[in-house]
């Protein structure tokens, strides 16, 4: 470790909880005949971060779209996709959100999960590693030996920075791993207790403001370009009991992602509605991509990485993993 022990702490006055834990032929919304006809269930709850991820939940209430479906969801904040499982399988929630490694983890494990509805992909520096502003750390094969933060282990974090380290030539364990909050991270960091941290928005863009941090890699490059990062899952039971009220979600989903994904302008507005990010800062931050349907090859890539980097023991077709469109 070569960065000074006593550092003034900088508070950046976002407490965000993030865990990343951010989705086709037969997964395009279905029509209705009448919307919000013969529903289920009139009423879900939905679990979110309060990130940028899941803006397009939040965009649906407020234009209106989940009522024109006959359907009102409300908004659980959750701390993250994996800690969500067990809300979905209780019943607790109906539809969650989730990232995609944390899904193909619990499928591989026997869990009966589908995804439903495709939320946020990644885009260049949306997800680096970042030092301080005077560290010694130039590069990824500069990180030989060092400490870096990650959210949470064994999952999109580490995938990440592993596939970073391969391509500069080392491995997983030519560092060391340690599990932090994003909100934490620049903090730890600039205080010594770890050299670097793989960092989202809109904690770059803080750490950037408030501490002078800069990155040396965006981990969403090479083999992870544009990865698939989240999107909304329920249980397998839940789905197939509920196919008009999941294609309602899963209309009004897909037309608000199509607004995030053609005007920034609506997600900068409806940020500081259920984050804590203000309006200055929606403004500034970078953002990933929205895609309005789920595609199978795409997600494919993510369940690939993971047997490549042995998170899987066996191969997940991921067709099998989403949800049919049949309400």
Known sequence: MTRRPHRRAVVLGLSIALALTGCGGGNSPATPAASGTGLEKTTIKVGALPIPDPASLYIANAKGFFKEEGLTVEPVTITGGAAALPQIESGALDISQTN??????????????????????????????????DSPI???????????LVNNLRNIATL??????????????????????????????????ADAGWITE???????????????????????????????????????????????FQRAIAKAQQLASSDRKEIEAILPTYTKIDAKTAAAIKLGAYPTTLDAARLQKVADLMLEYKYLTSPIDVKSVIASTTG
């Open 100 to 133: 995609y490694v944390s899904t193909f983890l619990a499928v591989g494990q026997g869990k009966k999960i589908k995804l439903v509805a495709d939320m946020y992909q990644a885009a260049p520096n949306t997800f680096d590693i970042m030092v301080p502003k």
């Open 138 to 148: 130039k590069t990824v094969a500069d990180l030989r030996g060092k400490t870096v």
């Open 160 to 193: 990440a920075v592993t596939s970073q380290l391969k391509a500069a030539g080392l491995t997983e364990n030519d560092v060391k791993f340690a599990e932090k909050p994003f909100p934490e991270m620049g903090n730890a960091i600039n205080s010594g207790q």
């Open 202 to 248: 809109p904690f770059i863009t803080a750490n950037q403001n408030a501490l002078g941090f800069r990155s040396i890699a965006d981990t969403m490059t090479g083999a992870t370009a544009d990865l698939p990062i989240a999107g909304w899952m329920a249980t397998e039971d839940w789905a197939k009991e509920n196919p008009r009220t999941l294609a309602a």
